[in-house]
């Protein structure tokens, strides 16, 4: 294949006041949820040192398969670890993991994150659903969302 064709439409949308825009710079730190809960609130992710550079965090979360009520318990435990402390605003990816009976993704994610009263930016490219736009940890960034465009620059520094 010498193309990559994407045939989903993306859309970032603000999922803690919905049609509201955003403008935020901070270091990015995130990834996998399955993956960082086992790493939160031990010494093999130090998200306060990172804080304690002085800048705030910009956190990126995602789903690779768990269901949604797998995915909020998650979130709830990595909150009450202090994975979220310093987030500045939180993205979460779009995902192909299975909503629950009576719980979407997206609704697992605002039970979990809205208590932290920090911007929430859903849908955002990156993870396990094309086109797997990577964000590097420890980057510095700035995310601007508004109706007209979303974007994230990133400054390895």
Same mark, same amino acid.
């Given at each position: 294949?010498?193309?990559?064709?994407? *045939?989903? $439409?993306?859309? @970032?949308?603000? @999922?803690?006041?919905?049609?509201?825009?955003? %403008?935020?710079? !901070?270091?990015?730190?995130? #990834?996998?949820? =399955?993956? +960082?809960?086992?790493?939160? #609130?031990?010494? /093999?992710?130090?998200?306060?040192?990172?804080?304690? $550079? !002085? =800048?705030? +965090?910009?956190?990126?979360?995602? $789903?690779?398969?768990? *269901?949604?009520?797998?995915?909020? %318990?998650?979130?709830?435990?990595?909150?009450?670890?202090? /994975? /979220?402390?310093?987030? $500045?605003?939180?993205?979460?990816?779009?995902? /192909?993991?299975?909503?629950?009976?009576?719980?979407?993704? %997206? =609704?697992?994610?605002? *039970?979990?994150?809205?208590?932290? #009263?920090?911007?929430?930016?859903?849908?955002? *490219?990156?993870?396990? @659903?094309?086109?797997?736009?990577? +964000?590097?940890? #420890?980057?510095?960034?700035?995310?601007?969302?508004?109706? =007209?465009?979303?974007?994230?620059?990133?400054?390895?520094?």
């Amino acid at each position: 294949m010498s193309e990559y064709e994407l *045939d989903v $439409a993306s859309r @970032w949308e603000r @999922w803690d006041v919905p049609g509201e825009g955003l %403008r935020v710079e !901070g270091r990015l730190i995130g #990834g996998c949820i =399955e993956t +960082l809960v086992n790493l939160a #609130g031990t010494p /093999f992710l130090p998200v306060d040192a990172l804080a304690a $550079a !002085g =800048e705030p +965090l910009v956190v990126f979360v995602e $789903a690779a398969g768990d *269901d949604a009520a797998t995915i909020c %318990r998650n979130l709830h435990g990595m909150r009450l670890a202090g /994975f /979220f402390d310093d987030a $500045a605003a939180i993205l979460v990816g779009r995902t /192909f993991a299975p909503d629950a009976p009576t719980l979407t993704q %997206r =609704e697992a994610v605002l *039970d979990a994150l809205s208590p932290l #009263g920090v911007p929430i930016l859903g849908g955002v *490219d990156c993870g396990h @659903w094309a086109p797997y736009m990577p +964000l590097v940890n #420890g980057a510095l960034c700035r995310v601007e969302h508004g109706p =007209e465009s979303s974007r994230i620059t990133q400054t390895l520094a």
